[in-house]
């Protein structure tokens, strides 16, 4: 009896040394990735200012992004910090956890549903060609971002209201946005491929032509854009699939699941914040070389005199 007692005892003292360990590897992660969500997402507003080749309804969606993400890092995840640092419960529901959760709910929805309809409008222009610039057109996108705004204004409005339904409503929200995202970015995937096998054959049939240079600049082109579509799916669900998964579990039974597990989950979720600079706006060149701009300037502006 002694032996059980004291196998118990080393048991539950491990346990609590694993979750202090993993809460701080936890805190030491959001902190940094904070610092890099809001220089990087500032950086990318910035740089947007002197960015004149983007299609303006594009470049709202993602200025809409990054200023969205900026927030996460400057509120939700120093709150989520915080609450770790402080053991605060999320089933206790104190003013800086309700805040921390609600800023989480809105911010990540609203990137989720923005980078959605990102992914929508890089399939629209591939497919619409010409007829792009009529479909898609600043009113209209200025709208669907309306929409995403009111979608979560009133998730969070009638979650005090209603218990279950408004949770459900949200996590369907999730999961078809990553359906959708992930329908587009196949779609792109399947056209890119027909074009990098059409530009491959045409290469090999005609060698020595005049247009050489331009089909193989084209074939780089192509797998770069290929390889940036894969990373950026895999990116989006690394981060969201897991805490959807988690979310309808909470639903169902919200006790039974350790908050280690929703600790860890609600990290990948702001860990997009800080992901979505690389993924999306980096790649773009013109973007790449103004922030390249705006970094050498701030350098400058701190040099000694």
């Given at each position: 009896m002694t032996n059980?007692?004291?196998?118990?005892?080393?048991?539950?003292?491990?346990?609590?040394?694993?979750?202090?360990?993993?809460?701080?590897?936890?805190?030491?992660?959001?902190?940094?990735?904070?610092?890099?969500?809001?220089?990087?997402?500032?950086?990318?507003?910035?740089s947007f200012c002197k960015v004149s080749s983007i299609f303006p309804p594009t470049k709202l969606m993602f200025r809409c992004l990054a200023f969205t993400d900026l927030c996460v890092g400057l509120i939700s995840q120093p709150l989520f910090v915080y609450n770790l640092l402080s053991h605060e419960s999320y089933f206790n529901f104190s003013v800086s956890v309700v805040i921390q959760i609600t800023s989480m709910c809105f911010l990540c929805g609203l990137s989720l549903l923005t980078a959605t309809a990102i992914s929508v409008d890089r399939l629209l222009a591939l497919y619409l060609g010409l007829r792009y610039r009529q479909v898609v057109t600043l009113r209209r996108v200025q709208a669907a971002l309306v929409s995403f705004l009111f979608f979560n204004f009133a998730f969070l409005g009638s979650v005090f209201v209603i218990d279950r339904v408004p949770q459900s409503i949200y996590l369907a929200m999730m999961l078809v946005s990553l359906v959708i995202s992930a329908f587009s970015y196949i779609k792109i995937y399947i056209r890119l491929r027909y074009q990098l096998l059409h530009v491959q054959g045409h290469v090999q049939q005609h060698p020595a032509t005049n247009g050489f240079v331009a089909t193989a600049l084209n074939l780089a082109r192509y797998k770069r854009t290929v390889s940036t579509i894969a990373w950026v799916q895999l990116g989006l669900f690394a981060c969201y699939l897991p805490f959807s998964v988690y979310f309808m579990m909470f639903i169902k039974e919200p006790a039974v699941i350790p908050e280690m597990f929703e600790y860890t989950f609600l990290s990948l979720v702001y860990l997009n914040s800080s992901l979505n600079p690389i993924l999306y706006c980096w790649k773009i060149r013109d973007v790449k070389q103004a922030m390249k701009d705006a970094i050498r300037q701030l350098c400058n502006c701190r040099e000694p005199n």
């Open positions: 059980k007692t004291a196998m118990e005892g080393n048991f539950s003292l491990e346990t609590s040394l694993l979750q202090v360990e993993v809460v701080a590897a936890l805190v030491v992660l959001n902190l940094f990735f904070s610092i890099t969500a809001s220089l990087g997402n500032f950086l990318i507003l910035i």
